[in-house]
């Protein structure tokens, strides 16, 4: 049987809206190495192997927003579809000081299988939706950890991240910081822009309206925290969408 590398849920929702999950599973297949990268579970259970809870907030948010969802399904360790394909951090070696054993030897004909095994697979179906209207606005969802070893904690409750199109992602993050108990990051905790990266490959390059929502990972731990955080983004997302007149 084929490793399907991408979940799509609720395709034929009506919504201009089609929200992404770029790393949504700390799933290996099989093939990789056995199914194991040699990190032990509670590696494979930090931000560094995918985005806790950015799967739950992206189902819910789909729902509520009556749009379609796409979720990879494989580890960013395996290979992250959040970079180019020529990014040399599309296949880490070391994150946030862990070796990822089963990466520290993987050359370019491995690197290769992997794009075509998962990567390409992904983007391709992304494409595919985003493509099924003219209209469609990306709405791309992540989150990150409070802190990274040896660095400050960050502050912010949520992130919005935009390129060289804010169109969407400005105006969405003066609404947020008008909610009294937000701590609001403009593209932070990073920036907002890699070459090759899916909100450039499916809405800068295209045009497509889009922005990309970070939310700290401790704030949606539970099912109950994800369904309240994207109940609250919803209608939000919706106001800001309408009165941008994108």
């Not at 990822?100 to 390409?120: D, F, K, S, V």
Request: negative net charge.
């Amino acid at each position: 049987m084929t490793y399907l590398p991408f979940h799509v849920f609720g395709e034929d929702r009506p919504a201009r809206w089609l929200v992404t999950c770029d790393h949504a599973a700390n799933t290996v297949p099989a093939e990789v190495n056995g199914g194991c990268l040699g990190l032990p579970p509670e590696d494979m259970a930090r931000h560094i192997a995918f985005d806790p809870g950015a799967a739950g907030v992206t189902l819910a948010l789909a729902e509520m927003l009556n749009a379609p969802a796409i979720l990879s399904n494989f580890s960013r360790l395996v290979i992250d579809p959040n970079r180019g394909e020529d990014d040399p951090t599309v296949l880490m070696k070391l994150y946030d000081g862990t070796i990822i054993p089963a990466n520290r030897n993987a050359g370019p004909e491995e690197r290769e299988r992997r794009l075509n095994a998962y990567y390409r697979p992904y983007h391709q179906a992304q494409a595919r939706l985003a493509a099924r209207q003219e209209d469609t606005v990306l709405l791309s969802i992540h989150s990150y950890t409070r802190q990274l070893r040896g660095r400050q904690p960050r502050p912010w409750h949520v992130g919005i991240l935009y390129g060289r199109d804010d169109r969407l992602a400005k105006p969405l993050i003066r609404r947020l910081e008008a909610e009294p108990d937000l701590c609001v990051g403009e593209n932070e905790p990073y920036g907002g822009h890699l070459d090759g990266d899916s909100v450039d490959r499916h809405a800068i390059k295209p045009g497509r309206a889009n922005v990309l929502i970070e939310i700290r990972n401790d704030l949606i731990e539970t099912d109950e925290q994800q369904y309240a955080w994207a109940k609250r983004l919803a209608p939000i997302l919706e106001e800001v969408l309408d009165a941008t007149g994108l």
